[in-house]
């Protein structure tokens, strides 16, 4: 039972409750206008402390769709945060307005810190270099959705896999079906942080700098950007951005049905060329996450 739950991390569901989010999403997917009033009378608060296009307006797209309304802010300058209001001060009062809260922070470990404060369900769309937890629901619908499945595949995970909170909360939910195998793609500095490494229990994984030697065994590969914003020394940012750029020389190299995603925005690590691409699926898959974060909030609503 989903209803009235919060969504902090992957893991907070089971594989069955994530299943059936998916299963509703597939459902949307296939027919969104049957949906176009679940959703009347109720109100989603999207408050975002970090700049977003994707997951802010997939969200708002999402309520509207589903015939509910929107309120929420972008720009927290402009809210009370700014006089010093406290998060949990601020999670009470929008509470107080609407049915449901998604937000996004910067700081590692502060959807939870909302939640605790938060009289609604919550749902965290991305905190500091933690989870992304709806990016995650995004991916395994995308994954799902072209390869019919979400068992037995070597998934190549490449790029910022030290920072980026996307492969976190995706390596995470992929090590609990059967028949998983990783390749961690990246340089020394950038590499899986080891708490992950453990979360993913016994999944067989590798880990490697070269993305030409992985790519022929891959089934996916998820690209990902190297998080300019988390950096401390600029310098070695500028050293390492352009470590990996797929470009269709090395897409001669993977299978004839390798899944290209990537959780976007892109900088250079995919080259421009490569859209053209049948197994480019990117764009696609921020489609999906519209259609499962419909099916999410209609699960936490209980509708
Ligand atoms: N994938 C993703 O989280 O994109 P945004 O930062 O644009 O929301």
Do not use: W
Not at 106 to 123: L, M, R, T, Y
């Amino acid at each position: 039972m989903l209803k009235g739950r919060n969504l902090i991390k992957p893991d907070d569901f089971t594989v069955e409750e994530l299943d059936s989010i998916l299963e509703l999403g597939m459902q949307i997917k296939e027919n969104p206008e049957k949906y176009n009033k679940v959703c009347e009378g109720k109100l989603i608060a999207t408050l975002f402390y970090e700049p977003s296009t994707r997951t802010r307006l997939s969200f708002e797209a999402a309520m509207n769709r589903l015939g509910g309304r929107v309120i929420g802010f972008s720009d927290p300058s402009a809210s009370s945060t700014s006089k010093g209001e406290s998060l949990e001060d601020t999670m009470k009062i929008v509470s107080n307005y609407v049915d449901i809260i998604a937000m996004r922070h910067f700081i590692s470990g502060s959807a939870n810190q909302a939640a605790q404060a938060c009289e609604v369900p919550f749902i965290n769309a991305g905190d500091g270099e933690n989870q992304h937890p709806t990016q995650t629901l995004t991916d395994l619908l995308t994954i799902k959705y072209y390869k019919s499945s979400l068992e037995k595949m070597t998934i190549g995970l490449c790029g910022d896999l030290k920072y980026g909170r996307t492969v976190h909360s995706l390596a995470k939910a992929m090590s609990r079906y059967s028949g998983i195998k990783f390749v961690f793609i990246s340089p020394d500095e950038l590499k899986m942080p080891d708490n992950v490494k453990e979360d993913i229990g016994n999944t067989e994984y590798i880990e490697t700098k070269s993305l030409e030697d992985a790519i022929p065994e891959l089934d996916v590969l998820y690209m990902t950007r190297i998080q300019k914003e988390r950096f401390e020394d600029i310098d070695q940012y500028n050293r390492l951005k352009d470590t990996y750029i797929l470009d269709l020389e090395k897409m001669d190299l993977a299978k004839e049905d390798m899944l290209v995603l990537h959780p976007l925005p892109r900088v250079n690590e995919i080259a421009v060329e490569v859209d053209q691409d049948p197994r480019a699926k990117y764009f696609e898959q921020a489609q999906c996450g519209m259609y499962v974060r419909m099916a999410l909030i209609m699960k936490l609503l209980g509708l």
